[in-house]
């Protein structure tokens, strides 16, 4: 990984701002990733992300935390937080703009527990693949305190999918449709690709009913998304 999104992030905090990140997927044309909103402050963000924001409690750990937008309004409410990132950047500029605790992590590689650990902006994306979900709610599970939570967003994209007529053109023998290849360049430089893993509620409920955790729909947002409780 060249870490583009985290030079980025440097580039917008340290003032040399110039253009966007540009990502697309398998399924989707190039779309511009606006660095001004990875820097947004709680009255900016999608109403999915204010409910998970205030539904969490007591010690929590940010799972890719990017800037460290939500790890900072839930700082000044004077909550224990970890912020991890596979970014290199990201976790400088979360250190910049003030959060405490940031530290060049993988999920996986996480070991303390939790009463709260939130995964947002689709943090099913972690995941990569539908075959790997067991093993990352397993570990998630793992990291939880007596009565913890994991809060979640994701989408369902099965719309991306639809034909004028209402049906579906999804190819019955390949993988799981939320499963994308994700591409990001910045500059004209790009990213080595990645999976990308958008999981549909009652996917996400069912994976988790296997590993012994509940799944609670919180709340539904305006585009085919969702914000998950797991406990």
């Known amino acids: 990984m060249k870490d583009l999104f985290g030079n980025a992030l440097l580039d917008y905090q340290n003032g040399h701002y110039t253009e966007d990140i540009i ?23 999608p109403k999915l992300e204010q409910q998970a924001l205030k539904l969490a409690k007591g010690s929590i750990l940010d799972v ?8 900072l ?21 979360a250190k910049q703009r003030g959060v405490l605790n940031a530290e060049v992590k993988n999920i996986l ?8 650990v939130l995964l947002l902006m689709n943090g099913t994306g972690i995941f990569q ?14 990291l939880l305190n007596p009565n913890g939570q994991i809060l979640m967003d994701s989408s369902d994209i099965k719309y991306m999918y639809e034909d004028e007529d209402g ?28 999976k990308w893993l958008y999981l549909d509620f009652n996917t996400l409920k069912l994976a988790c009913e296997t590993v012994g955790l509940q799944c609670e729909l919180v709340m539904e947002g305006e585009h085919f998304d969702y914000l998950a409780r797991l406990s």
């Open 64 to 71: 890719g935390c990017g800037a460290g937008s939500h790890s």
């Open 109 to 116: 590689d996480e070991t303390e527990t939790f009463d709260t």
């Open 167 to 194: 049906g579906y053109w999804m190819d019955t023998n390949a993988s799981y449709y939320g499963e994308l290849d994700y591409f990001l360049s910045y500059k004209d430089e790009k990213e080595t690709p990645m």
């Open 73 to 93: 309004f839930l700082q000044e409410k004077g909550f224990q937080i970890n912020a991890i990132d596979i970014s290199k950047g990201a976790i400088e500029v």
């Open 23 to 45: 990502t697309s997927t398998s399924i989707s044309d190039d779309d511009a990733l606006p660095l001004p909103y990875l820097f947004r402050d709680f009255k900016d963000m």
């Open 129 to 142: 693949e539908l075959t790997q979900v067991s093993k990352y709610l397993t570990h998630l599970k793992s």
